[in-house]
C-alpha cells in the first residue's frame, strides 16, 4: 500500500510521510507492522529515516516489472524482452504420480521440467511444465533457456498444434512459491494453467506458472 501510495504520487519525492503512530491508527495494524514495512520499502531506496525529523520520500519507484499474460496465441509464444529462464529440474515423471490434467488425452510419459524466469535480477514467475517424454529429445536447453512453454511445443518440426487452452485464476503464495518469488508469505500471486493438444488430441504439454502478483499485468482486448 505505501509503496502504491509512491508510485501513484499520493506521496511525492522529497514529502513528509506520516508517523508511524498515525499510519498504525489508519491501518489499524500494530506499530511493528508499520516498522516493518517501512523498512521494505527504506530498502528499495524509496523513502529515508532522520533522527527527530521524520520520513521522507526519496524517489518514485523504478520501472515495474510488468509481466503480460498473454491472451492471444501469438502472444503465447513470444519470449519476454529481457527475461532469463533458469532449470530447476527435469527429471522424468515418476511411476503412478498424477499426470497432469488438461485437454485430450494423457501422453504414456510425461517429462517434469520446473523453471524459474527472472528479470532485471527478480524471479517473477515458477513454472511447472509437463511435456511429453517422446518430444524432450526433440528440445534443446538452449530451447529450455529461451522459450514459453507453448513455444516449446509449437517449434517443434512435424508438430501441430490442434487445440490450446488458458486458465488464470489469483491466489496467494505458499511457502515454496514465496520462497521462489521472493515475497512473503501470502502474498497475492496469478496461478496460470496451460494446456495443449497435438493434432491427434494427445495431451502434449502442460505449464503450470505461479506469477507475482505485484508484477503481473492482464490486456484483454475487448473489441
Given at each position: 500500500?505505501?509503496r502504491?501510495?509512491?508510485?501513484q504520487?499520493?506521496?511525492?519525492?522529497?514529502?513528509?510521510?506520516?508517523?508511524?503512530?498515525d499510519?498504525?491508527?489508519?491501518?489499524?495494524?500494530?506499530?511493528?507492522?508499520?516498522?516493518?514495512?517501512?523498512?521494505?520499502?527504506?530498502?528499495?531506496?524509496l523513502?529515508e529515516r532522520?533522527r527527530?525529523?521524520?520520513t521522507?520520500?526519496?524517489?518514485?519507484?523504478?520501472?515495474?516489472?510488468?509481466?503480460?499474460?498473454?491472451?492471444?496465441w501469438?502472444?503465447?509464444?513470444?519470449?519476454?524482452?529481457?527475461?532469463?529462464i533458469?532449470?530447476?529440474?527435469?527429471?522424468p515423471?515418476?511411476?503412478?504420480?498424477p499426470?497432469?490434467?488438461g485437454?485430450?488425452?494423457?501422453?504414456?510419459?510425461?517429462?517434469?521440467?520446473?523453471?524459474?524466469h527472472?528479470?532485471?535480477?527478480?524471479?517473477?514467475?515458477?513454472?511447472?511444465?509437463?511435456?511429453?517424454?517422446?518430444?524432450?529429445?526433440?528440445?534443446?536447453?538452449?530451447?529450455?533457456?529461451?522459450?514459453?512453454?507453448?513455444?516449446?511445443?509449437?517449434?517443434?518440426?512435424?508438430?501441430?498444434?490442434?487445440?490450446?487452452?488458458?486458465?488464470?485464476?489469483?491466489?496467494?503464495?505458499?511457502?515454496?512459491a514465496?520462497?521462489?518469488?521472493?515475497?512473503?508469505?501470502?502474498?497475492?500471486?496469478a496461478?496460470?494453467?496451460?494446456?495443449a493438444?497435438?493434432?491427434?488430441?494427445?495431451?502434449?504439454?502442460?505449464a503450470?506458472?505461479?506469477y507475482?502478483?505485484?508484477?503481473?499485468?492482464?490486456d484483454?482486448?475487448?473489441?
Open positions: 500500500m505505501f502504491n501510495r509512491i508510485e504520487g499520493a506521496w511525492r519525492t522529497g514529502q513528509q510521510i506520516p508517523t508511524v503512530d499510519l498504525s491508527a489508519e491501518c489499524g495494524v500494530a506499530r511493528a507492522t508499520i516498522r516493518q514495512a517501512l523498512d521494505q520499502i527504506e530498502k528499495e531506496g523513502i532522520f527527530a525529523k521524520g521522507f520520500v526519496r524517489e518514485a519507484t523504478k520501472e515495474r516489472l510488468w509481466c503480460e499474460v498473454e491472451t492471444d501469438s502472444g503465447l509464444l513470444r519470449s519476454r524482452e529481457g527475461a532469463e533458469e532449470i530447476l529440474s527435469d527429471a515423471l515418476p511411476e503412478g504420480a499426470v497432469p490434467e485437454i485430450g488425452r494423457p501422453a504414456p510419459r510425461y517429462r517434469h521440467l520446473r523453471r524459474r527472472w528479470r532485471g535480477g527478480q524471479p517473477f514467475l515458477l513454472a511447472d511444465v509437463y511435456l511429453d517424454e517422446r518430444l524432450r529429445p526433440k528440445v534443446t536447453d538452449a530451447d529450455l533457456r529461451s522459450k514459453t512453454a507453448l513455444k516449446l511445443v509449437a517449434s517443434i518440426p512435424g508438430i501441430r498444434i490442434g487445440d490450446a487452452r488458458q486458465t488464470l485464476t489469483i491466489g496467494a503464495a505458499d511457502v515454496e514465496a520462497a521462489a518469488l521472493n515475497l512473503p508469505l501470502n502474498a497475492p500471486v496461478y496460470v494453467h496451460r494446456a493438444v497435438d493434432a491427434r488430441g494427445v495431451r502434449i504439454l502442460v503450470d506458472g505461479i507475482r502478483g505485484d508484477v503481473v499485468r492482464l484483454v482486448k475487448l473489441k
